[in-house]
């Protein structure tokens, strides 16, 4: 694919990596190790977290389940330790409370190709800056089991859990009764 000048190509496993200009990692779930990465000029991470805090995994799902309506999108540089590099450029998008999330990815996919052109653009001109401050700890990865619902609690409890499972991948899920019952959610008609 071309535009502007440019070209991009995607690639699903590291090994393909041919190497270019920019290596953009995003929902990356490989270690791009130093090899890889002297491939490029730049190998840049896509983090959707105020970093340095919220380094790991689906941070901006964490986020939404602490109550959060504001997800801040990193541009970094790709080293080990995991999410540690200099910041290039953040942006950041706010959430109304009722998206789910096809929709909470969509806006954060915008943010990340805003990321990505303005790195492009301005190449050469970015001046990184260093983390500063507590990362606290690693966020860890989502499993199946996160998607635990409680039956004693009420749906109001719940809306935010129930706002970030993916309906076909991992389902929310609530064992009541001696058995397990999986719930899907989606939007309907507003009929007001």
């Known amino acids: 694919m071309s535009s502007r000048g440019h070209s991009a190509a995607l690639f699903y496993d590291k090994a393909d990596l ?6 953009f990692l995003v929902s990356c779930s ?5 090899p890889e990465r002297k491939k490029y000029k730049a190998a840049l991470v896509l983090h959707a977290s105020d970093l340095p805090k919220g380094r790991g995994w689906s941070p901006h799902v964490w986020s ?3 109550g959060s309506d504001r997800i801040t999108v990193s541009l970094l540089e790709a080293v080990e330790p995991v999410d540690s590099g200099v910041i290039w ?20 996919f915008a943010a990340e190709l805003l990321l990505m052109t303005q790195a492009v653009e301005q190449f050469g001109a970015i001046i990184p800056v260093q983390q500063l401050g507590d990362p606290g700890a690693y966020l860890p990865k989502r499993s199946p089991a996160d998607s ?16 970030v499972v ?23 008609e507003n009929d007001q």
Request: no cysteine; proline share 4%.
């Open 148 to 163: 635990r619902l409680d039956p004693h609690k009420t749906i109001a409890e719940q809306f935010d859990l129930l706002r």
């Open 89 to 108: 450029l953040k942006t950041e998008f706010r959430l109304e409370g009722h998206e789910l999330l096809l929709e909470i990815n969509e806006k954060l």
């Open 166 to 188: 993916d309906s076909q991948r991992y389902p929310a899920f609530l064992d009541y009764r001696g058995k397990r019952y999986l719930l899907r959610i989606e939007k309907g």
């Open 18 to 23: 041919p190497g270019g200009d920019v290596l």
């Open 30 to 34: 490989q270690m791009i190790r130093d």
């Open 64 to 66: 939404i389940l602490h």
